[in-house]
Nanobody, 133 residues
Framework: VQLQASGGGLVQTGDSLTLSCTASGLILESYAVGWFRQAPGKEREGVSC??????????FYGEFVKGRFAISRDNAKNTVYLRMNSLKPEDTAVYYC?????????????????????????WGQGTQVTVSS
């Protein structure tokens, strides 16, 4: 199983980016996919999660997102997207995707500090997002 996060880059404040999380070796539709980010010198934090299609694709967002980001799926492409609008310099980080079965329980647990990141079985390699002021 391999996960790959892509789509990062260097943008200016207020710009948009769409990140992709693609998978090989599994059907992503059957999994909840979480996005996390880690800025230099900071702990990794939860950005967004979308549950599996069997759990109605329920979505969750970190409070700092405040309506700027949107997570979605394209099952035909076995890909989950994170559309990021109105980017700010504080959004600069390496963004990672991770999968869990069915719902976003691990994402919520990791985001709240209840679970360790090791609860996830698979993490994708990160993609760098840099927002200049």
């Amino acid at each position: 199983v391999q996960l790959q996060a892509s789509g990062g880059g260097l943008v200016q404040t207020g710009d948009s980016l769409t990140l992709s999380c693609t998978a090989s070796g599994l059907i992503l539709e059957s999994y909840a996919v979480g996005w996390f980010r880690q800025a230099p010198g900071k702990e990794r934090e939860g950005v967004s999660c979308i549950s599996s299609s069997s759990d109605a694709g329920t979505t969750f967002y970190g409070e700092f997102v405040k309506g700027r980001f949107a997570i979605s799926r394209d099952n035909a492409k076995n890909t989950v997207y994170l559309r990021m609008n109105s980017l700010k310099p504080e959004d600069t980080a390496v963004y990672y995707c991770a999968i869990e079965t069915y719902d976003c329980a691990i994402f919520l647990g990791v985001s709240s500090g209840i679970y360790a990141e090791s609860e996830y079985d698979y993490w994708g390699q990160g993609t760098q997002v840099t927002v200049s002021s």
